[in-house]
C-alpha cells in the first residue's frame, strides 16, 4: 500500500456579506464611539455585482492565476470585468441572503431567528443550489416582522441586515457567560458555515470524494469556540463535519495564529503517511473581526470598503492517487524557540534551512508562497503591499546565503513569488488560499515545486515575545 500523502483537491469560497461589516472588530468599536460612523459606512459598501466582479476575488476563486494582477494597473475595483482565459473554477461567491439563511440552519441551538417573509423569498433558491441544498436540513426558527422588531427593541442580541432592512436576529445564548454573547456566537457561526460551504464545494467538484468517506477534518480557523471555563476549547472541526454531512468523519482544532494552515496540512500528511486515515480535509473558515479592519482609511480616501467578504478554503489530503501533488514530509521546516522574532532569523529557519536539507537550489522552486494579502485593501491603511515587502526580505536573506545574486533581488517577486490577492483574513491569506492554485499547477505541469511558509505573531496573545511559523514543500507527483 503507497501511503505517501498528495493533496488531492482544493476548494475556496467566499461570502459577501455587507450587512455583516459592523459588526468587524474595528467597525463595532467605531461606531459604538461615534454612531454616525454607521451611516458613513453604509454609503461606501459594495452591492453583489460590484465583489463578484472584483478581479482578486475572481482570482481567490480560481477564476485567473495571481499573476494576472501584475498586468492590471491599480485601482482594481473600478476596473471592468476580464474578458476571455478564463479558467474553470474550484469555489464561488455566495450572497450574503443564502449565507444568512444557513447561519440559522446551522444553528442547533436556535439563537438566529429569521423573518419569516424573509426566509420564504430566498429559499427556493438555497434549495436549489447544488453546493447549498445538502446543508439545508431541518428548519429554520421563524419570526414574524412584529416579532423581529420586539426582539429588536428588547437588545438582547444583534439584529442581521440585508441593506438597511432587519431581516434576522441572533440572541445572547447566555446571560453570564461572555463566550456566549451573540457577537461571539456570530463569529463562530460565520466561521462553521463558511468552512462547511468549502468543504461541500470540495465534493462538488470531486464525486470519487464523497461525505461518508472522509476520515478527519482539522480545522486551523482563528475562531476561540468555547464557554467562560475554557474560553477557546473548540471543536470547530467537527462541528463543521457534522454540518457538512461528513457522519463518518471526526476532527481536531489546530491553533498557531495566522500560521495554522502550515501545521495543519502538515499533520494531515502525517496522518495520511502513518496509515491512521485515507482522506483528511483541512479546512479554515473565515474570520468575520476582521471585516472592515480598515474602513476608517477607505472612507478618508473616498474608496469602496474592500474588507466585506469572508473567506474560507478547503484542503483534501489523501492517499498515493499516482497524480496528485506530494507533500513532501522531509522537506518540512520549523521555527524553533530559539529562532526568535526577528524576521531574518524567521526566513532563515523556514526557507533555508529546509532547501539545504533536500540541498535544494532557489532554481528548482517555481514559486515561494507566503502571505498573500490584497495590496489595494492594505496600501490606503499605510500598511503597504505585505507581499511584495515580504518577498524583499526573503530575496535579500537568500542573497545574504549566495541563494541568489543582490541583482536578483528586484525582480525576485516576478520571478519566484506570487501577488497578493487575498482578503485580509489572516490565516486564509498565509499561504492557504494559494493551496487549490498551486494544486492545479503541479497537476497540468506548469509547476514542480511550491515552497509554502506562513508565519505567527504570538504576541498578540500576551503570553511571549515569540513569533512562530511552519513550512512545507509541495512537489509534481512522479
Known amino acids: 500500500m503507497n501511503l505517501r500523502p498528495v493533496i488531492k483537491e482544493g476548494a475556496s469560497a467566499l461570502i459577501h456579506t455587507p450587512g455583516l461589516v459592523r459588526y468587524g472588530s474595528k467597525p463595532s468599536r467605531e461606531i459604538a464611539a461615534r454612531p454616525s460612523r454607521l451611516g458613513e459606512l453604509g454609503t461606501a459598501l459594495r452591492k453583489f455585482e460590484q465583489a463578484e466582479n472584483y478581479l482578486p476575488n475572481q482570482i481567490f476563486l480560481g477564476k485567473y492565476p495571481p499573476e494576472t494582477l501584475l498586468q492590471i494597473d491599480k485601482p482594481w475595483f473600478n476596473q471592468p470585468p476580464l474578458n476571455g482565459n478564463e479558467l474553470p473554477v474550484f469555489g464561488e461567491i455566495i450572497p450574503e441572503e443564502a449565507f444568512l439563511a444557513l447561519l440559522a440552519l446551522a444553528d442547533v441551538f436556535k439563537h438566529v431567528c429569521l423573518l419569516d417573509k424573509f426566509w420564504e423569498s430566498i429559499k427556493t433558491g438555497v434549495e436549489a443550489s447544488p453546493l447549498l441544498a445538502p446543508l439545508v436540513r431541518g428548519a429554520p426558527t421563524l419570526w414574524t416582522a412584529g416579532q423581529l422588531l420586539a426582539e429588536i427593541e428588547k437588545g438582547n442580541g444583534l439584529p442581521l441586515f440585508v441593506g438597511r432592512e432587519p431581516v434576522a436576529f441572533i440572541q445572547h445564548g447566555h446571560a453570564e457567560d461572555e463566550s456566549l454573547t451573540a457577537p461571539i456566537l456570530l463569529e463562530n457561526l460565520c466561521a462553521k458555515v463558511s468552512a462547511a460551504v468549502a468543504v461541500r464545494r470540495l465534493f462538488v467538484q470531486n464525486a470519487e470524494l464523497q461525505p461518508g468517506s472522509v476520515d478527519f477534518v482539522l480545522s486551523c480557523s482563528e475562531e476561540a469556540i468555547g464557554d467562560r471555563y475554557q474560553r477557546g476549547g473548540g471543536n470547530l472541526a467537527k462541528v463543521v463535519a457534522e454540518f457538512a454531512g461528513c457522519d463518518q468523519a471526526s476532527g481536531a482544532d489546530i491553533k498557531d495564529f495566522c500560521a495554522a494552515p502550515i501545521p495543519a496540512i502538515v499533520m494531515a500528511a502525517a496522518l495520511i503517511q502513518s496509515g491512521v486515515f485515507e482522506n483528511v480535509i483541512v479546512v479554515g473558515g473565515s474570520s468575520l473581526p476582521k471585516l472592515g479592519m480598515k474602513f476608517l482609511y477607505h472612507l478618508e480616501k473616498r474608496l469602496p470598503v474592500l474588507e466585506d467578504v469572508q473567506a474560507a478554503v478547503a484542503v483534501w489530503v489523501g492517499r498515493d492517487d499516482g497524480r496528485s501533488p506530494v507533500v513532501?514530509?522531509?522537506?518540512?521546516?520549523?521555527?524553533?524557540?530559539?529562532?526568535?522574532?526577528?524576521?531574518?532569523?524567521?526566513?532563515?529557519?523556514?526557507?533555508?534551512?529546509?532547501?539545504?536539507?533536500?540541498?535544494?537550489?532557489?532554481?528548482?522552486?517555481?514559486?515561494?508562497v507566503t502571505e498573500l494579502h490584497n495590496p489595494e485593501i492594505t496600501l490606503p491603511a499605510n500598511g503597504g503591499d505585505i507581499a511584495e515587502r515580504n518577498y524583499r526580505m526573503l530575496a535579500a536573506v537568500l542573497a545574504s546565503c549566495g541563494?541568489?545574486?543582490?541583482?536578483?533581488?528586484?525582480?525576485?517577486?516576478?520571478?519566484?513569488?506570487?501577488?497578493?490577492?487575498?482578503?485580509?483574513?489572516?490565516?486564509?491569506?498565509?499561504?492557504?488560499?494559494?493551496?487549490?492554485?498551486?494544486?492545479?499547477?503541479?497537476?497540468?505541469?506548469?509547476?514542480?515545486?511550491?515552497?509554502?511558509?506562513?508565519?505567527?505573531?504570538?504576541?498578540?496573545?500576551?503570553?511571549?515575545?515569540?513569533?512562530?511559523?511552519?513550512?512545507?514543500?509541495?512537489?509534481?507527483?512522479?
Open 403 to 478: 541563494k541568489i545574486s543582490r541583482a536578483e533581488i528586484g525582480g525576485f517577486m516576478r520571478q519566484k513569488g506570487v501577488p497578493g490577492y487575498a482578503p485580509t483574513q489572516g490565516h486564509i491569506a498565509s499561504a492557504l488560499a494559494y493551496v487549490p492554485h498551486a494544486v492545479r499547477g503541479l497537476k497540468n505541469g506548469e509547476l514542480g515545486r511550491c515552497l509554502l511558509f506562513a508565519r505567527a505573531s504570538l504576541f498578540l496573545g500576551q503570553m511571549s515575545q515569540l513569533s512562530d511559523g511552519m513550512s512545507v514543500l509541495l512537489e509534481r507527483h512522479s
Open 328 to 368: 513532501n514530509l522531509a522537506g518540512v521546516g520549523r521555527h524553533p524557540v530559539r529562532a526568535g522574532a526577528a524576521l531574518d532569523q524567521q526566513l532563515r529557519a523556514l526557507v533555508i534551512e529546509p532547501m539545504e536539507r533536500l540541498h535544494l537550489d532557489v532554481s528548482t522552486i517555481d514559486k515561494f
